[in-house]
């Protein structure tokens, strides 16, 4: 991959400036999943495997890079206000037979680690470790739900602050969190085996008290699959049999009724621009929500519906299977979208404004020279910070013969 300089030099008249961060760190040879970004001042940080690492944005420059002792499980989505945030560690480094259940305070700003202790259920009775855990931070609060309950904790100390009951006892269990401005807890309502009759609930919680600020549920047959936001509320949801074939855009009004059903289908729009599913309620990748608007991409298309009357008010379809990602929004009307690359040929970052295909006004050319590079982040998630743009996979290959940039970035530059 192009080092600093041969971008540089490489660059030609018109194009972005832009940094590739490596990593020859080993790695199992399997795929391993990375976790965030986060921004935090000005850099930028990811967690993967057993490293955090944080990237001044200015440059790429890696700043510090602490080496935990077993890999990372899980983080969460979002920082507290100060930059700090809690990773999930594994017991040990197998790929099977590792549990989920140690903490790790980390603060951002500096790469130092702080308090660590062992996560037991959230249900006190059944004292035993925790194998699969979801996570969610807002304000000062983590949240956890690790498949019997959910449980908030202190991010500052680790201490425990409330636990989250379960509805309908017997039938509903809190089993994910999402975090941000608020903090939502999702619940699997089964009624046997009969997923035809199973729902889910969705719970707005004081993240200081636990108290129940607002509910809303599904459909029979229908469950909550991802939240796209939580300020306003709008999630996607999947037919429990169907799953992802049979998705939707929802938002829940201020009393937990539907406000706002949309279809993507039609136009051809994937879940999440084909991020799977079950892996948490965040994030959901190429959905963005602002302006009352839900921007919406994937395989060769994006657009933006209006959450007021359910209608596709702009869009854009190019023919050469590239991912379009919108990563955020104009007031004057306008999605900011990240257009992937392919092996040959760069990416761009450009504004969606109803004109359609070939009227669009680019931000960022980005560069030959890195094209390589972008395509190998599979445009994995994506966010953009002032003016710039950060691409990094999802997952990175262990195999040496396929290695995979950990992030690339794009910015304005001189003409």
């Given amino acids: 991959m192009p080092g600093a300089r041969e971008l540089a030099a490489a660059r030609q008249p018109g194009e972005a400036t832009s940094w590739i961060a490596s990593d020859s760190t080993d790695l199992p040879r399997r795929s391993i999943r990375a976790d965030g970004p986060w921004i935090v001042g000005d850099t930028v940080v990811r967690a993967l495997f057993r490293e955090v690492t944080a990237y001044r944005l200015a440059d790429g420059a890696e700043l510090w890079s602490p080496t935990l002792p077993t890999p990372v499980c899980e983080a969460p989505e979002h920082t507290t206000p100060d930059g700090r945030i809690v990773v999930v560690l594994a017991t040990g480094t197998a790929r099977r037979g590792a549990r989920c259940d ?16 062992e996560l037991l259920r959230a249900d006190p009775t059944p004292d035993t470790p925790v194998l699969l855990v979801h996570t969610a931070i807002s304000g000062d609060t983590l949240a956890v739900a690790e498949g019997t309950g959910a449980a908030a904790y202190r991010v500052g100390d680790g201490v425990r602050l409330f636990g989250v009951p379960a509805e309908e006892p017997g039938r509903c269990r809190p089993d994910q969190v999402a975090g941000g401005s608020r903090l939502l ?11 035809r009759r199973s729902h889910s609930g969705l719970r707005e919680l004081d993240p200081r008290t636990g108290a129940v600020g607002g509910r809303h549920r599904t459909p029979a047959g229908r469950s909550v699959e991802r939240v796209a936001s939580v300020d306003p509320v709008v999630y996607t949801s999947v037919d429990n049999d169907r799953l992802t074939d049979d998705w939707r855009i929802v938002a829940p009004g201020p009393r937990g009724e539907v406000r706002r059903t949309i279809d993507p289908r039609p136009q051809g729009f994937e879940h999440c621009v084909h991020s799977g599913i079950d892996a948490g309620l965040q994030p959901c990748p190429g959905i963005v929500v602002g302006h009352g608007l839900v921007h919406v991409g994937g395989t060769d298309r994006a657009g933006a519906y209006d959450l007021a009357s359910g209608k596709l008010l702009r869009g854009i379809r190019t ?3 590239r991912t379009l990602t919108p990563v955020g929004f104009r007031a004057a009307p306008g999605t900011i979208v990240y257009e992937s690359a392919t092996p040959s040929r760069p990416g761009r970052t450009f504004v969606l404004d109803g004109g359609g295909a070939g009227g669009e006004e680019v931000l960022l050319r980005h560069p030959a020279a890195a094209a390589g590079a972008e395509y190998g982040t599979g445009a994995g998630r994506v966010l953009r910070v002032g003016g710039r743009v950060v691409a990094t996979p999802a997952h990175v290959s ?5 290695r995979q940039p950990r992030m690339v970035s794009f910015a304005p530059g001189p003409d």
Avoid at 102 to 117: P, Q
Avoid at 185 to 195: E, F, H, P, Q, Y
Avoid at 398 to 402: E, I, K, L, V
């Fill in 185 to 195: 807890v999702g619940s699997l309502c089964a009624t046997g085996a009969d997923r």
């Fill in 102 to 117: 140690r903490f790790r305070m980390i603060g951002l700003r500096t790469g130092k680690a702080g308090w660590a202790k």
């Fill in 319 to 321: 023919h050469d299977g």
């Fill in 398 to 402: 262990g195999d040496d013969a396929r």
